[in-house]
């Protein structure tokens, strides 16, 4: 067993029997994912080979510990909520542009035609396929991997808020305000300057104003999950895509609502994945999850930039993971 899981059940009060049933569990779960993730993006046994070594070397990775996790709708009710089935997510344009299935292209409307992008996101929560659970409790370190094994990257933060708004507008960080000060410092000048540069204007994916209703975000905690916890914490989330409503103009789905995701913010120009960089900067969390209809845990608006929450470089191995936190991936086009 897993010597990091078999400490999370033992912390818990569960024996061994127990402890095998919940990993085998996970196992048989992921085994299942990696097949359609294989199968739907076509990736290669090489490419799978990184992407299991990546889940096995976390034990905890996964669509949520399955001893635990009640997941309010299942992929079956999903696809009846979807006006011409899954099969209506294709878009053969996009998929020319990016290379790629169920991703977006990035771009300004307002100038530019979706063949104007220079880079796409997934349209999806990781593993980027429709009526599927979101993959939780992956650090940062271990997204930017898994990205990279699928041939993208990790997405910085304005391209992320880019999908989100509707129109990808050029880089505004403020690397000045990071010079000669720490990583959290850094954040929060940085931050502070962003927000109110955007807080006249801002909007969710949907809309200009809040809505409940509207995205998956009616679930609700286990009654064990006082904060977080592998062993407390169910990953309550939806199917992606199960509201068809909840998407940008750009056509990105689920970026409010199911699970919040990680994002590289840069604290300097050679930190930045979309300029090229490997080493990136540190761990920005974006969008809201799957509670916010019941319970609004902080502002979650499309371009908001949230505090230096469990802050590290993503690289970082003590990059944060939990059980609401998922990713998706962005693609640098050629």
Known sequence: MNRVVWGFVMAAGLGWAAAGQAETA????????????????????????????????SGFIGQGNPAITRHPMTPAQCQSRIPGGVKSYANPRFERICGAKYMAPLYDPRSQRPEDATACIDQFEFPDIPCTYPVVWTKAKEAAEICSAMGKRLCDAHEWEGSCAGALEPPDYRFDLARGVSASTAVARMRA???????????????????????????????????????????????????????????????????AEHMNLPLAPDQMASAGSTKLGVTEMKGSWFIFDKYRAHPDWCRWRAPFWHGTRVMSSASHANYHLGFRCCKTLN
Not at 197 to 225: D, E, F, H, L
Request: charged fraction near 15%.
């Open 26 to 57: 996970l196992q048989k779960n992921n085994a299942i994912l990696f097949q359609e993730l294989q199968k739907v993006h076509r990736l290669s046994a090489a490419q799978m080979d990184r992407i299991r070594g990546i889940f096995a070397r």
């Open 193 to 259: 300057a962003h927000n109110r540069k955007y807080q006249p204007t801002k909007t969710w994916s949907y809309g200009p104003q809040y809505q409940r209703g509207i995205c998956a975000a009616n679930s609700q905690k286990s009654p064990t999950c006082p904060g977080g916890g592998y062993s407390r914490c169910g990953s309550n989330t939806y199917p992606t895509g199960s509201f068809p409503d909840c998407k940008s103009s750009l056509q990105v789905y689920d970026v409010n609502g199911n699970a």
